[in-house]
């Protein structure tokens, strides 16, 4: 059984920076994509950014990229989300999600997380 857990998720200003942090359990982590997803109210759950199982390849939204960027730390089973420069826009529940396979790809993935409430204020 893999379990997700995120952390960091806070209330903000606009144009404050924030690091939401992930930690994969229960299996080799190094084996997983890891994606970051984000659901605000009202609306569906959109993509936001992934990194391979060795971070060799990443991936953003259009939304996210040039302010976000994901990382990973094997030795810790962590994956990292940096959030620069937000937006009252980026307020919205965020999930992390592992594929141990090539779903990730199609935005695709076996395993989630509850979530962490990231609020920004105008």
């Known amino acids: 059984q893999v379990h997700l857990a995120e952390s960091g998720g806070v209330s903000v200003q606009a144009g404050d920076s924030l690091r939401l942090s992930c930690v994969v359990s229960?299996?080799?982590?190094?084996?997983?994509?890891v994606g970051w997803f984000r659901q605000a109210p009202g609306k569906e759950r959109e993509f936001v950014a992934a990194i391979s199982w060795r971070g060799a390849r990443t991936d953003y939204s259009d939304a996210v990229k040039g302010r976000f960027t994901i990382s990973r730390d094997n030795d810790k089973n962590t994956v990292y989300l940096q959030m620069n420069s937000l937006k009252p826009e980026d307020t919205a529940v965020y999930f992390c999600a592992a594929d141990e396979g090539a779903k990730w790809l199609n935005y695709q993935y076996d395993y989630w997380g509850q979530g962490t409430q990231v609020t920004v204020s105008s």
């Open positions: 229960g299996r080799t982590f190094a084996s997983y994509a």
